[in-house]
């Protein structure tokens, strides 16, 4: 084995570890009040998200009025996420009911 192979076993032993050591978690959330364009859009609603430590990935529909969160669960603090995308962007968010 050279070096470089040596080197990308490394870089893939360090990425499976990292993606099995973290809780990922997926939850889906009622957002009221977003409209197709400005500060309540789903752009902005989902890029406001994703700016949160912990969160994965965020899909935000119009349509259905809802936002589907993939995050760690041991580095995101739920309750600050809500509050501040409430406050930035200009809408509600409830719990979605289970289905």
């Known amino acids: 084995m050279n070096s470089w192979q040596g080197f990308l076993i490394g870089v893939v032993a360090v990425a499976v570890a990292t993606t099995a050591a973290a809780d990922v978690s997926r939850l889906t959330l009622n957002v009221e009040g977003m409209t197709q364009t400005g500060c ?27 936002m589907t969160l993939e995050y760690e669960a041991d580095q995101l603090d739920l309750g600050k996420l809500i509050s501040t995308v409430e406050r930035a962007c200009q809408v509600g968010i409830t719990r979605h009911p289970a289905r």
């Open 40 to 66: 309540s859009s789903p752009p902005a609603v989902r890029g406001t998200t994703l700016s949160f430590p912990g969160v994965r990935d965020a899909n935000v529909s119009l349509e259905r009025g809802e």
